[in-house]
């Protein structure tokens, strides 16, 4: 009789065995077997991380193996059993693997496919059609879309954690639970004693250093130290952890009435203004987005302020951009200076300080949470609904969507809901993120996700007029990195263009992106439809570099460029100025957070910061969802490109004081996971 040696591996993650009853049924061409319970005398199965070796015998040949059956049936208790995949050596010695990496809860049984990715045309047989349109209902009804605020990208219906698929939870819940980890940190960094101390002012900028010096670290040390000067503050446009508001100016803004009288001392190359204009050396950072958005009002013993300032940059004749004029308001009036590098020191300071509380602000909540987080869980659910395991797309993807419904739930269960902890020490609490998400999402363009096209569309595109600007250059590489990969892929499983527009599934894919995510919004240049490889390889870039290059450019710097309170206020408890010569070093320290905002906050940027025990980075695919040898050959290609890219980072970085690494692949996480 017919014998098939059939290995199993479980995973390795906590609680990842099972004392569970395991049967295994091998369906074939020629027939079907029985069903087979996976058990070794005298022998624990299914322990975490082991790889177990069975014998199958049959009653007669099944010809060629299509699908394979695990039911899993209690013991004693439901015991969840995280299987990595199955290998099943036939009677004529060939190989035949079926990846799984998916939990098996209850008493559930799954159906798997052999690992060779299979677009729906490669399908021949209504068996494997069957299994394919089955897994997409089963999927379709688990992964629901729903509506969290109006006007917002749709996201998982979900109201907690616990009620996620468990194929997407955290493995453990406790590595990511925002109240834990905020507590934890505020403990390790020895700040727990100020973290109740809402209304206490801070004596002066030195005294923040109590909740600050604790650790040590080069680039928020340096803030710390340099944060006043006008170069940090524009250094930080073109490098800090939140590089993508900076424009080129083409001409000044008439609700910014700058003269040249007023910026003539900054300008070094004895043009006027409106020649150092046209010769393109006049920036902007315009954050007319918070003009009108509520400040929070959830506690009332203080009142806190937002306002919408627009700053000009100047590129001196050392190629760096530094301010040369700051509006606090988006309305010019008496009551509303044009503040100047010339003006006293304290009105120059509060006026850039205003300017930080702002960016860290829209950061957080476009940069951040809208542009990447949101961004991608509308990419991962849109996958799950609509590309069945075997499709080469779902294999692509699925490790750059790892976790991302997870950690959104979880913010949505803690962290930006109601009364959540954003609301503790963020001057957008209580609403205003909810509603600056609502008039961002018209500036979320599918141009704007390509990165090539954003720097660009700002200007800020030319290495010679810009040369500092880190943040450009490592993201182009990356960018190209993924795309030439996506190319390789594609040109595996697409032979032409007609077979990109023949597949069904992946227009559906992209339909639940544009419908669901853009909400069917014609002016977010989302395409309906994808007709050719080219375009195919550029959507396909754009998913992978959010999920994981551009989310980690905008997180991972989070405490070394806020973690000094002065320098990314989260909240400013008085008013902006509304004339000159008037402000102190007492007003100032009044105005920024107190005592224990400033600690949540500290608390809040450094948890935020941290990568996880089982982070994997950008190239690092262990879960071998492919089998195939072409497309093993290219994710050695693609690792070897991003190593190249490592090495030439490491090698600007040497000996600068500044050094820019949240672009380096081996820094940047394979999906949005914190």
């Known amino acids: 009789m017919p014998s098939y040696t059939v290995t199993v591996a479980t995973g390795s993650q906590w609680f990842a065995g099972t004392d569970d009853y395991v ?14 319970l996976l058990d070794k005398p ?15 015998t049959v009653e007669e040949d099944l010809g060629e193996i299509q699908l394979i059956k695990i039911e899993k049936r209690k013991y004693w208790y439901q015991d969840d059993w995280y299987l990595k995949y199955i290998t099943v050596k036939t009677p004529m010695g060939d190989y035949l693997e079926f990846p799984c990496y998916r939990w098996i809860t209850d008493e559930k049984e799954i159906v798997l496919r052999d690992g060779r990715a299979k677009l729906l045309r490669d399908d021949k047989t209504q068996i494997l059609k069957q299994h394919r349109r089955k897994e997409l209902e089963t999927r379709q009804k688990m992964y629901r879309w729903k509506e969290w605020h109006p006007g917002f990208p749709l996201s998982i219906d979900a109201h907690s954690h616990s009620d996620l698929p468990r194929d997407i939870q955290f493995d453990n819940e406790k590595g990511i639970d925002f109240i834990l980890n905020y507590s934890k940190a505020m403990e390790n960094l020895y700040i727990n004693r100020f973290m109740h101390m809402f209304q206490s002012s801070w004596s002066d900028f030195a005294d923040f250093e109590k909740i600050f010096v604790r650790i040590s670290n080069t680039i928020s040390e340096y803030v710390m130290q340099h944060w006043k000067e006008d170069f940090m503050f524009g250094y930080q446009f073109l490098n800090g952890c939140n590089p993508v508001l900076i424009r080129r100016c083409t001409e000044i803004p008439k609700k910014l009435p700058v003269t040249i009288d007023m910026v003539e001392c900054s300008l070094e190359r004895n043009l006027t203004l409106e020649e150092e204009v046209k010769q393109g050396n006049i920036f902007i950072v315009d954050y007319e987005l918070l003009d009108g958005v509520d400040a929070n009002k959830t506690d009332p013993c203080t009142i806190q302020y937002l306002t919408a300032p627009i700053c000009l940059l100047y590129k001196n004749l050392e190629s760096k951009i530094v301010p040369i004029a700051i509006q606090l308001g988006q309305q010019p009036g008496p009551d509303n200076p044009i503040f100047l590098p ?51 797309l779902f294999k692509l993807l699925v490790p750059h969507m790892r976790f991302t419904i997870a950690i959104n739930t979880k913010a949505r269960e803690q962290l930006i809901c109601e009364c959540g902890l954003f609301d503790k020490a963020n001057a957008t609490g209580g609403g205003g993120h909810v509603q600056m998400v609502q008039k961002a999402m018209k500036d979320l363009t599918y141009s704007s996700l390509c990165f090539p096209e954003e720097i660009k569309a700002r200007g800020m595109d030319s290495k010679e007029d810009i040369p500092y600007y880190y943040y450009r250059d490592d993201g182009i590489k990356v960018w190209e990195a993924i795309k030439n990969f996506a190319e390789d892929v594609i040109h595996i499983y697409y032979e032409s263009d007609e077979v990109v527009c023949e597949d069904v599934e992946l227009q559906a894919f992209v339909k639940d992106i544009y419908v669901y995510g853009m909400r069917g919004v014609k002016a977010s240049g989302f395409p309906k439809i994808i007709r050719t490889r080219e375009k195919l390889a550029e959507y396909l870039t754009v998913i992978i570099f959010t999920t994981s290059a551009q989310h980690a450019a905008v997180n991972f710097g989070q405490y070394d460029w806020c973690s000094w309170i002065p320098n990314a206020p989260p909240t400013m408890r008085c008013p902006p100025p509304t004339e000159k010569g008037t402000v102190t070093i007492e007003q100032i320290v009044e105005s920024l957070p107190d005592r224990g905002r400033s600690c949540w906050h500290l608390g809040a940027v450094w948890a935020l910061s941290q990568f996880q ?27 070897k490109n991003l190593d190249e890219i490592v090495s030439a980072i490491t090698e600007r970085n040497k000996n600068k004081k500044l050094p820019y690494y949240y672009l380096s692949p081996d820094r940047i996480p394979n999906s949005v996971a914190v």
């Not at 006293?344 to 909540?365: G, N």
Request: proline share 4%; aromatic share 14%; glycine share 4%.
């Open 42 to 56: 005298f022998y624990n199965d299914f322990e975490r991380g082991a790889v177990d070796s069975y014998d199958v």
């Open 23 to 36: 049967y295994l049924s091998l369906e074939g061409t020629a027939g079907c077997s029985e069903r087979h």
């Open 342 to 392: 010339s003006d006293a020191t304290y009105d120059w300071l509060l006026a850039k300080i205003w300017v930080r509380s702002s960016d860290f602000h829209i950061h957080q909540t476009v940069t951040h949470l809208l542009r990447t987080h949101l961004v991608s869980e509308v990419f991962s659910i849109a996958m799950f609904r609509q590309l069945p395991a075997v499709h080469p």
């Open 613 to 639: 025990d089982t982070e994997l980075f950008l190239g690092m695919y262990p879960d071998e969802h492919f089998v195939e040898k072409p497309v093993k050959e290219a994710m050695t290609k693609f690792r």
